[in-house]
Nanobody, 127 residues
Framework: QVQLVESGGGLVQAGGSLRLSCAAS????????MGWFRQPPGKEREFVATIRWNGASTSYADSVKGRFTISRDNAKNTVYLQMNSLVPGDTAVYFC????????????????????WGQGTQVTVSS
């Protein structure tokens, strides 16, 4: 139901920053928890961050905690991932996703709870 398009990826040096955006098309965007996942080269998709439908709560993978910040602007149907202090290990294709459960009062950590996914945007961090 929710169509998602990521943008903002690119090449950045270690220590730098990027902000990813995920634009959603759908009248019900504000009903759903949103998440960011990433897939490093040669590895499986992994959880990065999630934010409650109303922005009241966030959760992060340990690997990005303190460096990445997820936020959303429901008026703009957009979720963001601010990435600071980037390291080469952050190199991956980053995907945004929308939980399939409206108004879910929990942390959407597992990929299986997401019903909509974007196409992904490449982030490359050089050493």
């Amino acid at each position: 139901q929710v169509q998602l398009v990521e943008s903002g990826g690119g090449l950045v040096q270690a220590g730098g920053s990027l902000r990813l955006s995920c634009a959603a098309s759908g009248r019900t965007f504000s009903m759903y928890n949103m998440g960011w996942f990433r897939q490093p080269p040669g590895k499986e998709r992994e959880f990065v961050a999630t934010i409650r439908w109303n922005g009241a709560s966030t959760s992060y993978a340990d690997s990005v905690k303190g460096r990445f910040t997820i936020s959303r602007d429901n008026a703009k149907n957009t979720v963001y991932l601010q990435m600071n202090s980037l390291v080469p290990g952050d190199t991956a294709v980053y995907f945004c996703a929308a939980d399939r459960r409206p108004f879910y009062s929990g942390s959407s950590i597992g990929a299986g709870v997401y019903g909509s996914w974007g196409q992904g945007t490449q982030v490359t961090v050089s050493s």
